[in-house]
């Protein structure tokens, strides 16, 4: 059977979201291994700002970790709607609610007045979220779900 275009989107994206969750869980243990490094080095670590805090940078490359975590789900999900119509429902779920994010976060932005690279870099997320969620509605009439 011919793939649609949706389904051939969503299997683009998901390999893009396997390649990005990859280098971000990379990221992340370097971060974490930065932050274990400081934390095992007293001398260093007392040379930070004390309002630094001596387990941030530990805690940022845990936080890394748990999105490259969902990133790389995410591309599973995807990938996998894109062979099996009918296992779109849960990208169709998760695509709604990173619109919905993204929207809050372009209005928090815009209340807080937050640099212009920041601002694009929402609306480029938001973007693809919604590509996203067309994929995921098309496959899902597609579907016939």
């Known amino acids: 059977?011919?793939?649609?275009?949706?389904?051939?989107?969503?299997?683009?994206?998901?390999?893009?979201?396997?390649?990005?969750?990859?280098?971000?869980?990379?990221?992340?243990?370097?971060?974490?291994?930065?932050?274990?490094y400081v934390l095992d080095n007293p001398g260093l670590a007392n040379a930070l700002p004390t309002d630094f805090g001596h387990y941030t940078v530990l805690v940022v490359g845990i936080g890394l970790a748990a999105g490259a975590?969902?990133?790389?789900?995410?591309?599973?999900?995807?990938?996998?709607?894109?062979?099996d119509p009918a296992r779109v429902m849960p990208v169709w779920v998760l695509s709604i609610l990173s619109v919905v994010?993204?929207?809050?976060?372009?209005?928090?932005n815009l209340v807080h007045q937050v640099a212009i690279a920041?601002?694009?870099?929402?609306?480029?997320?938001?973007?693809?979220?919604?590509?996203?969620?067309?994929?995921?509605?098309?496959i899902k009439k597609e579907a016939g779900k």
């Not at 975590?69 to 062979?83: I, M, N, S, Y």
């Not at 993204?102 to 928090?108: P, Q």
């Open 1 to 36: 059977m011919e793939m649609t275009l949706s389904r051939k989107f969503l299997n683009v994206a998901g390999i893009l979201d396997y390649i990005f969750g990859s280098l971000t869980l990379l990221l992340s243990f370097l971060v974490a291994g930065a932050g274990i």
């Open 69 to 83: 975590v969902f990133t790389l789900f995410f591309g599973h999900l995807e990938r996998a709607a894109a062979k």
């Open 101 to 108: 994010l993204g929207a809050g976060s372009i209005v928090l």
């Open 118 to 138: 920041d601002l694009a870099f929402n609306f480029v997320g938001l973007a693809i979220s919604i590509l996203v969620l067309a994929a995921a509605n098309n």
